[in-house]
């Protein structure tokens, strides 16, 4: 059964009983007014007689004849005979006992040995009794009526209460019903198609709203697990190529070595060959482990580093190694941000380390580190060739330019790191052209809490 469905079945259900209750009270309230109304009238038919017990019939009579009350007047003798005084249109068929009699000498009473009537009895004198008698028949058939006109008031206020409802609510249940189409759809095959359009009640439009960004979010989400599956893919394919020309050159040089018909200098020259591929996998193998142990950076507890002092270190080491580069720094002091030591320097040394291999021996180097309102800004550039094409985000294992080659020592990560390091801090690394003709490497990570 369709939500839409439920909620209308519990709406008329609940008006039906509402409607249902306020009757039966209303029955209860006009049932007892009723009861009352004859008790009233029995006990002034009785209070008339009870200062003059020899009096007390013929009050008893002109009270009944004067206020027309349809009241059964009986007088019961101690030799048990009764006689009736007064018959109403629905006169008390069986005859009162004394123990009914006396037990209603106080108040009117309804008696098991006289059922569809009360009664009340006053002495007379001379041993005597008068019994008043009013039959509750009428009542009784008028509160079947009543009960009958409530139970068919209900049923009809329900049948409008439906019709009401579904008036009402007739844009809330269809833009429901698309909604729940829609989220099957996308349960279904994935293929959801423009969302259902916004209309009906502010619940409703707040939950359209929610399951489209629910579905959006899934989508986005989707899209980027196959981003990185393919991502992933690709970095295994290189990786692969990467370490198989290596260990092809060193299988090469080693059944050389094996065959023992290699001269001295061909020895050597294999022996150095295969100790520089070794040391070219142990360098790939070493980038690929930090690659991975970045990714998993904010797993990792950090701590305030002071990203001036690392700056200014790195500088001095680059300037005392490389006197023949021209090189200028300007570096703000207290610079601290939030992060792991040893990731902020391999950033630094692969920044400094790609001036050093891809660019002429004496090129200008220029390096900065600033402050922007919550950010550090770092910013390292070279008066080397720079790139082909600037503000890509870097990948694994790419080369920006022929170069930058296995020749060279480069394995298409050093720039990759660089870039995962800065998004770990929070922050982003760019590619930019620099004023000194080559590259301009800008680095933005956010300021330590409180900076």
């Keep these: 059964m369709r939500i839409a469905t439920r909620l209308t079945l519990l709406f008329v259900l609940l008006t039906f009983l509402v409607a249902l209750t306020i009757g039966w009270f209303a029955v209860d309230m006009s049932s007892r007014a009723q009861y009352a109304t004859l008790d009233s009238s029995i006990n002034s038919v009785v209070d008339s007689g009870l200062t003059n017990h020899n009096d007390a019939l013929s009050n008893a009579l002109y009270v009944i004849q004067r206020y027309q009350y349809d009241l059964t007047l009986d007088v019961v003798f101690p030799s048990g005979v009764i006689t009736q005084v007064s018959t109403p249109n629905d006169a008390l068929r069986r005859k009162p006992t004394l123990g009914d009699v006396k037990n209603s000498l106080k108040h009117v009473t309804s008696e098991g040995n006289l059922p569809g009537y009360v009664i009340r009895s006053v002495n007379i004198g001379g041993g005597d009794y008068l019994v008043v008698a009013g039959s509750t028949a009428g009542i009784a058939k008028q ?134 591929e070794v040391d070219r996998m142990e360098s790939l193998v070493r980038d690929l482990l930090l690659l991975a142990e970045v990714r998993e950076a904010p797993y990792h507890p950090e701590q305030p580093v002071n990203l001036s002092e690392l700056v200014a270190t790195s500088v001095s080491d680059f300037a005392f190694e490389h006197p023949e580069r021209p090189l200028s720094s300007s570096v703000a002091r207290d610079v601290i941000v939030t992060a792991r030591a040893e990731y902020v320097d391999r950033l630094l040394r692969n920044a400094l380390t790609n001036v050093v291999r891809h660019t002429p021996h004496d090129a200008p180097v220029r390096v900065s580190l600033t402050t922007r309102t919550k950010w550090a800004v770092l910013v390292v550039e070279d008066g080397g060739p720079g790139l082909a094409v600037y503000g890509v985000r870097p990948l694994r294992f790419q080369r920006f330019d022929e170069s930058r080659s296995r020749d060279t020592g480069g394995s298409g990560l050093g720039m990759s790191i660089m870039a995962d390091v800065a998004e770990s801090l929070g922050g982003s690394m760019t590619t930019e052209a620099s004023s000194l003709g080559g590259l301009r490497l800008r680095f933005e990570v956010p300021l330590a809490t409180g900076r």
């Design 143 to 276: 509160n079947q009526h009543l009960a009958l006109l409530v139970a068919s008031a209900a049923l009809v206020i329900s049948l409008i209460g439906l019709v009401l409802a579904r008036e009402v609510m007739r844009r809330d249940l269809r833009s429901m019903g698309r909604l729940i189409d829609y989220a099957g759809d996308v349960a279904g095959d994935g293929e959801t198609g423009p969302a259902p359009p916004s209309e009906g009640s502010r619940d409703i439009k707040e939950l359209r709203d929610a399951l489209v960004y629910v579905v959006d979010a899934l989508q986005e989400r989707i899209a980027f697990e196959e981003q990185n599956s393919n991502a992933m893919q690709q970095f295994i394919d290189d990786a692969s190529h990467e370490l198989r020309t290596p260990l092809t050159v060193v299988k090469g040089y080693n059944e050389l070595l094996a065959s023992g018909t290699a001269s001295p200098e061909q020895q050597a020259r294999a022996v150095s060959r295969v100790q520089r």
